[in-house]
């Protein structure tokens, strides 16, 4: 019964997150398990594909994190871990998820609803080649495009924001303020993130990233302005 109750409680100590693809490209590949930590991202755990499935069980962190999945230097997905809920990962050519607890499926919801809107943004120089190939006047084709272009865009910050807004009290806000500045070529202070920094709750504000990112953003500008 000890040996038993030890087993256990070991167990539950570490991670327990299993996945599978159908990309035969995937193969015998690493995948590696990175988190935000000490102002870089650092390798958690690290698993090959083995006909199709991998797993990962590294020591699991005591509180709630977010975590990326990379396939080499290639960022694949975000997930939020922790040590109680075994997640489930699934990478397809149509689709990339997590499931296993609430957070990861408000996470992916948001993802899905995001991922709409990327793909009319991908759609539109396609649709510019067609209309050229139409006929249609190169100026009027521009500004039809433009308008779209601008419509999407701000559908798709408006959409960010209130979901950074709807979870300042979990790790949810955090990591998604992560994926959207790490695209910017450097931090900076513009509109949305004065707003976020003017509403956001201890939890956003003393987040590691976060914090780190607006004391850089705020030195950024002070040169700017020099």
């Not at 997930?79 to 689709?95: A, G, Y």
């Not at 004065?194 to 607006?214: I, K, M, Q, R, W």
């Amino acid at each position: 019964m000890v040996i038993a109750l030890t087993f256990s409680s070991c167990h539950k100590e570490r991670l327990n997150i299993s996945g599978s693809t159908s990309i035969p490209e995937l193969e015998g590949r690493m995948l590696y398990l990175r988190i935000y930590q000490n102002s870089e991202l650092q390798e958690l755990d690290s698993a090959a594909i083995t006909h199709g499935k991998f797993q990962f069980t590294a020591p699991a962190k005591d509180s709630v994190i977010m975590a990326f999945l990379f396939l080499g230097d290639e960022s694949l997905m975000p997930m939020v871990v922790n040590r109680t809920e075994p997640l489930t990962i699934t990478i397809s050519e149509k689709e990339r998820r997590v499931e296993g607890s609430a957070l990861n499926d408000t996470l992916y919801a948001f993802i899905k609803r995001k991922n709409v809107i990327d793909q009319q943004m991908a759609e539109l120089p396609r649709r510019e080649s067609q209309m050229i190939l139409d006929g249609i006047d190169h100026d009027e084709i521009l500004q039809q495009l433009s308008q779209e272009a601008a419509i999407l865009s701000a559908r798709e910050n408006e959409m960010v924001m209130r979901f950074i807004k709807d979870n300042m009290d979990n790790i949810l806000a955090p990591g998604v303020f992560m994926i959207v500045t790490s695209n910017l070529p450097y931090p900076i202070l513009n509109p949305q993130i004065e707003e976020l920094v003017t509403l956001g709750s201890p939890t956003f504000l003393n987040d590691a990233y976060v914090s780190e990112y607006l004391e850089m953003a705020r030195e950024n500008m002070e040169k700017i302005n020099e």
